[in-house]
T-cell receptor, first 110, second 122 residues
């Protein structure tokens, strides 16, 4: 069974601070996706990383896929209240459906 | 309407009721999914339909019955539910594609989610 462990589970920070959240597995994934889910809404895809060691930037968000394609991180620079939400990572391997982690619940306080 | 829509957004039902959740996608995708999202648990995949054919059924109790009449619509019929079935039920769609990378083919499941139905079973 493929499992994705996300840490920390909860994170509360002040506006302007930087933060990193992690997504780890003992399994290898062919690609990994990050989603953000806001209260009362479904998850929305932020990025897909495919290549081991790949780094993708989306404005203040930086996503990295581990060299061995088993882990990923999301770094947010100068967090804003609009970044508040549940961050989910999801792994793809072969023909199996997405495997989701439990998520990191981020709260950015103004 | 755009994206993925779900109705109703909120549902309260008794254990003896029968109700249905509806999902519609306006993205031209060929796969649709039902997920259950409970507190402190990862998103749980319930059912997958690809080209209107059910391809995945993750040991879901028979009190949940999916229906996919065409590639744009997905239903989840509910009957004799239990209080522990209370959760957010999310529908998603995706376009299943084979992406060739370094001579390996794999699926890219970039999923588009609806807003969910918040279900409470009394």
């Amino acid at each position: 069974t493929q499992l994705l462990e996300q840490s920390p589970q909860f994170l509360s920070i002040q506006e302007g601070e930087n933060l990193t959240v992690y997504c780890n597995s003992s399994s290898v994934f062919s690609s990994l996706q990050w989603y953000r889910q806001e209260p009362g809404e479904g998850p929305v895809l932020l990025v897909t990383v495919v290549t081991g060691g790949e780094v993708k930037k989306l404005k203040r968000l930086t996503f990295q896929f581990g060299d061995a394609r088993k882990d990923s991180s999301l770094h947010i620079t100068a967090a804003q209240p609009g970044d508040t939400g549940l961050y989910l990572c999801a792994g793809v391997e072969g023909n199996t459906p997405l495997v989701f982690g439990k998520g990191t619940r981020l709260s950015v306080i103004a | 309407e755009t994206g993925v829509t779900q109705t109703p957004r909120h549902l309260v039902m008794g254990m003896t009721n029968k109700k249905s959740l509806k999902c519609e996608q306006h993205l031209g995708h060929n796969a649709m999914y039902w997920y259950k999202q409970s507190a402190k648990k990862p998103l749980e995949l319930m059912f997958v339909y690809s080209l209107e054919e059910r391809v995945e059924n993750n040991s879901v109790p028979s009190r949940f019955s999916p229906e996919c009449p065409n590639s744009s619509h997905l239903f989840l019929h509910l009957h004799t539910l239990q209080p522990e079935d209370s959760a957010l039920y999310l529908c998603a769609s995706s376009q299943e594609v084979m992406n060739r990378y370094r001579d390996r083919f794999f699926h890219m499941y970039e999923q588009f989610f609806g807003p969910g139905t918040r279900l409470t079973v009394l």
